[in-house]
Each structure stands twice: as C-alpha cells, then as structure tokens.
C-alpha cells in the first residue's frame, strides 16, 4: 500500500524531519504540523525536497512524486517506531505522519538528549535516535 500525503501532510514531513524552515510570514499555518495545503513549489520547498531525495538516494526533481511519497512514508514508520521503542511515544504503527504525536515524541527524545525541544529531528538526531534503537533491541 502506497501512502498518499496531502501536500500540508507532506510539508510537516519537511519541517519535522528538517528538510523545510518555518516561513516566519505563514507561521500562523503551523510549525513543524502544519496547515498549510498550498502547492509545493516555490524555490525552499523544492529545495527541501532535493534535501531530503538526495539524502535518501532518489531521484533528486524536486518534485514530491511517488517514489518520493513512498520513502517518506516509509521514513516516518522508522521514525515512529523508533520513537516508540526509546522513549515510549505510544505511536499508532499504521499512520506515517508527521502530526501532534509525532512531534510530542520527537520532543520527549529530544528533551532526553537535553536539546531544546521545538519539533524537529535533524537527520543527524535522527542517526543517533536508529543507534539507540539497535542498542536496546
């Protein structure tokens, strides 16, 4: 099953993975869970696509297609279960999103590593987050 995000579902993967700064003149739209449905283009979010493609070893178009989709889906389930395996997020396995949730969880391990808690787990945040899974399993 192939995981379909609206665009602002997919623009809270951006920003809660790091890929995709807040724009402080839409902040009202939401950050890192976001609101905001408008089309992604636009020079930063493209940018922020090619970031997370080129990270992931894809196609790097800019572009939010389905190969793109589908590793974000599948980047999020690891994320989610990882968060649930290191500080007990309570993560449903079955919705690879970035929501309230997720970014709760993110906080709590980032509130654990003793780094300000905003939202966003950097992809090296993220390594260090897979380490501590290994360990414990």
Do not use: H, W
Request: proline residues 6%; hydrophobic residues 35%.
């Amino acid at each position: 099953m192939t995981t379909s995000y609206t665009n602002a579902q997919f623009r809270s993967i951006l920003f809660g993975l790091g890929y995709l700064e807040a724009d402080p003149s839409n902040i009202r739209q939401g950050f890192p869970v976001t609101a905001d449905n408008s089309p992604l283009t636009g020079a930063k979010i493209m940018q922020g696509i090619r970031n997370f493609q080129n990270d992931y070893g894809l196609a790097t178009d800019g572009s939010a297609g389905p190969n793109t989709m589908a590793k974000a889906a599948e980047v999020m389930k690891n994320l989610q279960f990882e968060l649930n395996a290191v500080v007990d997020a309570g993560l449903p396995s079955n919705q690879p999103f970035y929501g309230p949730q997720t970014e709760a969880g993110v906080n709590k391990f980032l509130d654990q590593l003793k780094i300000e808690p905003v939202g966003v787990i950097s992809r090296d945040i993220r390594q260090e987050l897979d380490e501590l899974t290994k360990q414990r399993a």
